[in-house]
């Protein structure tokens, strides 16, 4: 079995799959909720987001969404993105092994207060 490229997958990558569990987005709204759920400590530039993209493409984490008359004015060449069921599942899978990242951590007293 080929190596994949997402393997381990990419604190990057596992933030955009993040800013698509709940629906569509185009890259710079990717950009603009990764920085917000990660309260602006991880600041996506192009260069990471859209080769990302591609990765995450081609592994079938996500698919472009063909959009039809709905593009607002202005807006039409933008590309929009959603997790496919298997990037869901990964996206799980990868949120599951860093709770149990974080149970060892608290478990040993290396992290102590409102963490999840």
Do not use: C, W
């Amino acid at each position: 079995m080929p190596k994949r490229k997402l393997d381990p997958l990419p604190s990057a990558a596992f933030q955009i799959l993040l800013s698509l569990s709940d629906g569509e987005r185009h890259g710079y709204s990717i950009m603009r909720q990764v920085e917000e759920q990660t309260s602006g400590n991880m600041r996506l530039g192009p260069g990471t987001l859209y080769s990302s993209i591609q990765a995450m493409l081609e592994e079938e984490l996500i698919e472009e969404v063909t959009r039809r008359g709905d593009a607002e004015p202005g807006h039409e060449r933008r590309r929009y993105y959603r997790l496919t069921p298997s990037g869901r599942k990964r996206v799980r899978s990868e949120a599951e092994k860093l709770a149990d990242v974080l149970r060892v951590a608290r478990a040993r007293n290396i992290l102590r207060g409102d963490y999840v």
